[in-house]
């Protein structure tokens, strides 16, 4: 069944689950706000799964629309895609750090893995403007710090990055 995606968003990932789509689907939406489940759809007749079963999840996270698909075991996350979260404030990449972690894996740089496996980057919004800046001893003692770290500190990266 193809769902009416906006004409805001060409793209919608679809991530690869084994038999947990659904589950995963509502804890993403807990933790995002302006988040819901849309559609789900189930396995029919001749299909590789058992008539019933939850075949897809469509949602939400924040506005962005996602599928969820239970495609079995085949396929499995790795870090070679991650979802990128920017955050205004340490309370937020406290926040989604906090929740998205919790049984899942704390990498570095701002990097972990969620308890389905999936990747995540929660980061500061600002570190894109630091990237993009032209003095390059600034970038390089920001990034210096930022691989220190496992959960961001802004205060800490922002502390680097002037030299302090």
């Not at 070679?80 to 955050?87: E, F, G, K």
């Amino acid at each position: 069944m193809a769902t009416k995606i906006s004409a805001k968003q060409k793209i919608t990932p679809c991530l690869w689950f084994d038999g947990n789509a659904q589950e995963a689907a509502k804890f993403y939406i807990s933790i995002f706000k302006k988040s819901k489940i849309l559609i789900t759809t189930h396995y029919g007749d001749n299909s590789p799964m058992p008539k019933g079963k939850i075949m897809t999840v469509t949602f939400t996270l924040n506005g962005q629309e996602f599928m969820a698909l239970n495609g079995g075991p085949a396929f499995k996350f790795n870090e070679a895609i991650s979802l990128m979260v920017n955050c205004d404030t340490q309370k937020e990449i406290d926040y989604f750090w906090e929740k998205l972690s919790e049984g899942g894996t704390e990498v570095q740089c701002g990097w972990l893995k969620d308890k389905y496996g999936l990747a995540w980057q929660i980061v500061p919004s600002i570190l894109g403007k630091w990237f993009k800046h032209k003095n390059n001893e600034k970038k390089q003692r920001m990034v210096q710090a930022l691989w220190q770290m496992k959960k961001l500190d802004i205060k800490k990266l922002e502390d680097a990055f002037d030299g302090k």
